[in-house]
């Protein structure tokens, strides 16, 4: 069989995506979403310095949690800055508080952890003691630890006050991005360059390859040569942090160093299987991170498909190559990408055209002035002066050409997240032109963009509860494309709208919410807004609850009103009996009542006189109580019952609060599923037993937020199905 490796690598990641269990696994010694009081013993592997403090990893550790013990391999732990000298190989005690990783808890939030789990890591310690129990030390690894801070010392005194470009060659050179500030970092990303910062295979075939050279002037040996490279390449990973492009890159070259020894031909393909076959034999979660899609897939890319492109032979053809190339490499990477990061940069292709012929320059001249400046400290304006002044052109030459990029229109296109489906029928389709080893013609290259880029029909009305801690949020598609967001906040998520609205909206393809409905405005129904707008994010409408005068004066209303106005926002305010309809769905507000209502005065606070919105589509209804509660539940009883209205599904009211969703409710709507939105282990103790105990009563299938992640209802042909985002089905909160 011809390229046997790359056969197994295929066989080898298809059963990890089929039998290898990749998806949440609620931890049952140490459940998400609590910290617990831990002294943790185990052996010190690396560290590495951040702004505020250090991060450790220990492996063998031994964790004692009230006279219990548990043992686990690997354990991240972070402390605060320590006179406690630390060395690789010392064996630690460290007491503090320990939490497992959270895992996506809505559809493009980023997971946590599968990225820890991918590393073999199991919690994180937050130290409040550290101490060295024995003093033990592992010499080759300390020693490439001590190296990697003292070079990063010497760039930064090369470097003087010019503390971005001493961050940017700190990244490039010593694959460390903890340095960066993030307005840079995400400048290089929305350029679509920020792989240059990443060690990998280009750091890998510059530094071999100027080994060899060198050894080779020097009339060693061929075994020589090989094995010196080989030795130099496995410690510049070791000192880079062993990331996972770069031990791609390293395996590859140690295969083409070894081939002509064993008398064997160099087979990149068999290289880059053996490379992905040794990676995921000791993480198999790695096949699912971005990284390792993004580095292997380049490589499959390059061998595969960019010949499919340049195989013309003319002259024209090979002045083009470049660009088809590059193109080559996007189209290949251009799924993945989408599925990860859901934007493309759509100068990307023509930015890393000239981008990249700089790199190595960039490279090599920092690298000489590195290593000339921490050999020679005498000679360090010398260094600067040749090596940094050129480094810090090209640095600029970086800046300018990003900024310049990000001023064109649709810089960074917002596509959404492909469905595995069209990704599947994509890669098919660019595999079948390639294995008949045809060339890429215009009219596949436009039918593999739209398989992958044209919108599909809405055919269905969409709603998802989303997890966002304490707090409430949903949002709604129709079928025309409409985007609607009833309430967005949260009490116990300071970066909310950051972490898990702006991602998933991102995932879904929106940048525009054409109306927001406020249910009331406490913070954690409201906050969310607030920063989205930050953000950048853009409304059409907002719809608020029309007050009676008694709490028209409260100052989070008021906040609320003066925000949206400064931001241009224009507000409508609703009150019972009122609606939004667009085609067969419809949006009634049942509560509050006017505030010429007589029964107006029993609206006490801003929970009881929350906006409360009947959902009609298809013949399937969903009510939404915000914090509806005692007095406001009793008047939005009484107008039910007068209306005679039911529900399938409910929104709980005040995150499933005792005095919220009362039997007379659940009996009066008598809904089939019941969504409670609420924090995991939050402090309230919602939701409250009582209220689930009513629930499973009345016949209802109660979904919570915090057990199962965001639940998504679609809605069509007159038939709702509900998912939840974590769990295959229906979990209750206990």
Same mark, same amino acid.
Request: glycine share 6%; aromatic share 10%.
């Given at each position: 069989?011809?390229?046997?490796?790359?056969?197994?690598?295929?066989?080898?990641?298809?059963?990890?995506?089929?039998?290898?269990?990749?998806?949440?696994e609620?931890?049952?010694?140490?459940?998400?979403?609590?910290?617990?009081s831990?002294?943790?013993?185990?052996?010190?592997?690396?560290?590495?310095?951040?702004?505020n403090?250090?991060?450790?990893?220990?492996?063998?550790?031994?964790?004692?949690? =009230?006279?219990?013990?548990?043992?686990?391999?690997?354990?991240?732990?972070?402390?605060?800055?320590?006179?406690?000298?630390?060395?690789?190989?010392?064996?630690?005690?460290?007491?503090?508080?320990?939490?497992?990783?959270?895992?996506?808890?809505?559809?493009?939030?980023?997971?946590?952890?599968?990225?820890? =789990?991918?590393?073999? #890591?199991?919690?994180?310690?937050?130290?409040?003691?550290?101490?060295?129990?024995?003093?033990?030390?592992?010499?080759?690894?300390?020693?490439?630890l001590?190296?990697?801070?003292?070079?990063?010392?010497?760039?930064?005194?090369?470097?003087?006050?010019?503390?971005?470009?001493?961050?940017?060659?700190?990244?490039?050179?010593?694959?460390?991005?903890?340095l960066l500030?993030?307005?840079t =970092?995400?400048?290089?990303?929305?350029?679509?360059?920020?792989h240059?910062?990443?060690?990998?295979?280009?750091?890998?075939s510059?530094?071999?390859?100027?080994?060899?050279?060198?050894?080779?002037?020097?009339?060693?040996?061929?075994? *020589?040569?090989?094995?010196?490279?080989?030795?130099l390449?496995?410690?510049?990973?070791?000192?880079?942090?062993?990331?996972?492009?770069?031990?791609?890159?390293?395996?590859?070259?140690?295969?083409?160093?070894?081939?002509?020894?064993?008398?064997?031909t160099?087979?990149?393909?068999?290289?880059?299987?053996?490379?992905?076959?040794?990676?995921?034999?000791?993480?198999?979660?790695?096949?699912?991170?971005?990284?390792?899609?993004?580095?292997?897939?380049?490589?499959?890319?390059?061998?595969?498909?960019?010949?499919?492109?340049t195989?013309?032979?003319?002259?024209?053809?090979? =002045?083009?190559?470049?660009?088809?190339?590059?193109?080559?490499?996007?189209?290949?990477l251009?799924?993945?990408?989408?599925?990860h990061?859901?934007?493309?940069?759509?100068?990307?292709?023509?930015?890393?055209?000239?981008?990249?012929?700089?790199?190595?320059?960039?490279?090599?001249?920092?690298?000489?002035?590195?290593?000339?400046?921490?050999?020679?400290?005498?000679?360090?304006?010398?260094?600067?002066?040749?090596?940094?002044i050129?480094?810090?052109?090209?640095l600029?030459?970086?800046?300018?050409?990003?900024?310049?990029?990000?001023?064109?229109?649709?810089?960074?296109?917002?596509?959404?997240?492909?469905?595995?489906?069209?990704?599947?029928?994509?890669?098919?389709?660019?595999?079948?032109?390639?294995?008949?080893?045809?060339? #890429?013609?215009?009219?596949?290259?436009?039918?593999?963009?739209?398989?992958?880029?044209?919108?599909?029909?809405h055919?269905?009305l969409?709603?998802?509860?989303?997890?966002?801690?304490?707090?409430?949020?949903?949002?709604?598609?129709?079928?025309?494309?409409?985007?609607?967001?009833?309430?967005?906040?949260?009490?116990?998520?300071?970066?909310?709208?950051?972490?898990?609205?702006?991602?998933?909206?991102?995932?879904?393809?929106?940048?525009? *919410?054409?109306y927001?409905?406020?249910?009331?405005?406490?913070?954690?129904?409201?906050?969310?807004?607030?920063?989205?707008?930050d953000?950048?994010?853009?409304?059409?409408?907002?719809?608020?609850?029309?007050?009676?005068?008694?709490?028209?004066?409260?100052?989070?209303?008021?906040?609320?009103?003066?925000?949206?106005?400064?931001?241009?926002?224009?507000?409508?305010?609703?009150?019972?009996?009122?609606?939004?309809?667009?085609e067969?769905l419809?949006?009634t507000?049942?509560?509050?009542?006017?505030?010429?209502?007589?029964?107006?005065?029993?609206?006490?606070?801003?929970n009881?006189?929350?906006?409360?919105?009947?959902?009609?589509?298809?013949?399937?209804?969903?009510?939404?109580?915000?914090?509806?509660?005692?007095?406001?539940?009793?008047?939005? *009883?009484?107008?039910?019952?007068?209306?005679?209205?039911?529900?399938?599904?409910?929104?709980?009211?005040?995150?499933?609060?005792?005095?919220?969703?009362?039997?007379?409710? *659940?009996?009066?709507?008598h809904?089939?599923?019941?969504?409670?939105?609420?924090?995991?282990?939050?402090?309230?103790?919602?939701?409250?037993?009582?209220?689930?105990s009513?629930?499973?009563?009345?016949?209802?299938?109660?979904?919570?937020?915090?057990?199962?992640?965001?639940?998504?209802?679609?809605?069509?042909?007159?038939?709702?199905?509900?998912?939840?985002?974590?769990?295959?089905?229906?979990?209750?909160?206990?």
């Open positions: 069989m011809k390229r046997p490796l790359l056969f197994l690598f295929a066989l080898t990641s298809l059963f990890i995506c089929f039998l290898y269990p990749h998806a949440y609620p931890d049952p010694i140490f459940p998400q979403g609590q910290y617990y831990v002294t943790v013993t185990g052996q010190l592997q690396t560290y590495h310095h951040q702004a403090g250090w991060s450790l990893l220990l492996t063998e550790c031994l964790i004692r949690h =009230k006279e219990q013990s548990y043992h686990c391999s690997r354990l991240l732990v972070t402390t605060e800055e320590s006179t406690v000298p630390l060395q690789a190989g010392n064996q630690l005690s460290v007491e503090g508080s320990l939490s497992s990783f959270s895992p996506a808890r809505n559809p493009g939030n980023f997971d946590w952890y599968g990225y820890y =789990k991918s590393q073999r #890591i199991s919690y994180r310690v937050y130290a409040k003691n550290v101490s060295v129990t024995a003093s033990t030390i592992l010499p080759l690894r300390q020693s490439l001590t190296l990697r801070e003292s070079l990063t010392q010497h760039l930064q005194q090369l470097c003087g006050p010019d503390t971005e470009t001493a961050a940017l060659l700190t990244a490039l050179l010593l694959g460390d991005k903890t500030e993030e307005d =970092k995400k400048q290089y990303q929305d350029g679509g360059i920020l240059i910062l990443t060690v990998s295979g280009l750091h890998v510059l530094l071999g390859g100027t080994v060899i050279l060198l050894t080779k002037k020097m009339y060693l040996p061929l075994w *020589l040569r090989g094995l010196t490279a080989s030795l390449i496995l410690l510049y990973w070791q000192l880079c942090g062993g990331g996972i492009s770069a031990g791609r890159a390293v395996v590859m070259f140690l295969c083409l160093t070894a081939a002509p020894l064993l008398g064997r160099y087979d990149s393909l068999s290289a880059l299987s053996l490379a992905g076959i040794l990676l995921l034999w000791q993480s198999p979660a790695l096949l699912f991170q971005a990284n390792f899609q993004l580095s292997f897939g380049a490589v499959l890319g390059i061998h595969l498909v960019c010949p499919s492109l195989t013309d032979s003319s002259s024209a053809s090979k =002045k083009a190559s470049p660009l088809l190339f590059s193109l080559g490499l996007q189209l290949t251009l799924p993945i990408t989408l599925y990061f859901f934007r493309y940069p759509l100068y990307s292709l023509l930015l890393n055209l000239l981008v990249l012929p700089l790199t190595t320059p960039l490279f090599l001249l920092g690298a000489a002035g590195l290593w000339l400046t921490a050999l020679f400290p005498a000679l360090s304006s010398v260094a600067a002066t040749w090596f940094l050129p480094c810090r052109w090209i600029q030459i970086y800046d300018l050409l990003c900024q310049a990029s990000m001023t064109l229109p649709h810089a960074s296109a917002l596509i959404g997240r492909p469905t595995l489906l069209r990704i599947s029928l994509y890669y098919c389709v660019l595999g079948l032109v390639c294995l008949r080893k045809q060339r #890429i013609a215009p009219l596949v290259l436009i039918t593999l963009l739209a398989i992958l880029l044209l919108p599909l029909p055919r269905s969409s709603v998802t509860f989303l997890d966002v801690g304490q707090g409430d949020c949903a949002f709604l598609e129709t079928p025309k494309g409409t985007t609607i967001l009833i309430d967005s906040g949260s009490s116990d998520l300071d970066r909310m709208a950051e972490e898990r609205l702006l991602p998933f909206l991102e995932s879904q393809g929106v940048d525009h *919410l054409d927001v409905f406020l249910s009331h405005t406490d913070e954690d129904h409201f906050n969310g807004i607030v920063q989205w707008l953000l950048g994010g853009s409304i059409g409408t907002a719809i608020l609850p029309a007050l009676p005068d008694s709490l028209v004066s409260s100052p989070s209303y008021q906040h609320a009103i003066t925000l949206l106005t400064s931001y241009q926002v224009p507000i409508l305010y609703f009150s019972q009996g009122m609606s939004w309809q667009e067969e419809t949006l507000c049942l509560a509050p009542v006017s505030p010429s209502h007589p029964h107006s005065s029993l609206y006490q606070d801003l009881t006189a929350s906006q409360v919105l009947l959902l009609q589509y298809q013949e399937i209804h969903i009510l939404f109580t915000g914090d509806c509660e005692k007095d406001g539940e009793k008047l939005l *009883l009484d107008y039910l019952q007068e209306q005679n209205l039911t529900c399938h599904i409910l929104k709980a009211g005040h995150h499933g609060s005792n005095f919220a969703t009362s039997q007379a409710l *659940l009996t009066q709507l809904p089939q599923a019941v969504i409670v939105s609420c924090g995991v282990r939050n402090r309230y103790g919602h939701p409250h037993p009582t209220m689930l009513r629930t499973e009563d009345s016949g209802a299938t109660c979904y919570v937020t915090a057990s199962g992640g965001a639940v998504s209802v679609t809605i069509s042909h007159g038939k709702a199905r509900l998912k939840t985002f974590l769990s295959p089905g229906p979990l209750y909160y206990r």
